[in-house]
Nanobody, 126 residues
Framework: QVQLVESGGGLVQAGGSLRLSCAASGRTFSRYTMGWFRQAPGKEREFIAAIRWIGGSTYYADSAKGRFTISRDNAKNTVYLQMYSLKPEDSAVYYC???????????????????WGQGTQVAISS
């Protein structure tokens, strides 16, 4: 079992930055790939980025490249999503998930993620 707790969301003006955190716990969480997704009202949950605890390999959605950075702190069992130059269309609930993925190309597949946090709300004002 893996437990995930997101934090760091809030209300930010367009052009601002936010850093989201996802604290992981559980006996075997380090074997999992960690991903960030977001879901706006009326839309499907979409992939943003993923990272592996071991080695730190990263995978980004094309839409996230250049503005979002995923990282992890193994000592703190925490994964981060640093977001820059935020836009109103970035407003959504942001979730972190944990997946046991052998094929790195499958990192964006929502159905691969077995564990999810409760989400953290991000609102960007224009």
């Amino acid at each position: 079992q893996v437990q995930l707790v997101e934090s760091g969301g809030g209300l930010v003006q367009a052009g601002g930055s936010l850093r989201l955190s996802c604290a992981a716990s559980g006996r075997t969480f380090s074997r999992y790939t960690m991903g960030w997704f977001r879901q706006a009202p009326g839309k499907e949950r979409e992939f943003i980025a993923a990272i592996r605890w071991i080695g730190g390999s990263t995978y980004y959605a094309d839409s996230a490249k250049g503005r979002f950075t995923i990282s992890r702190d193994n000592a703190k069992n925490t994964v981060y999503l640093q977001m820059y130059s935020l836009k109103p269309e970035d407003s959504a609930v942001y979730y972190c998930g944990a997946a046991d993925i052998a094929d790195w190309n499958r990192a964006p597949e929502r159905g691969r993620y077995k564990y999810w946090g409760q989400g953290t709300q991000v609102a960007i004002s224009s």
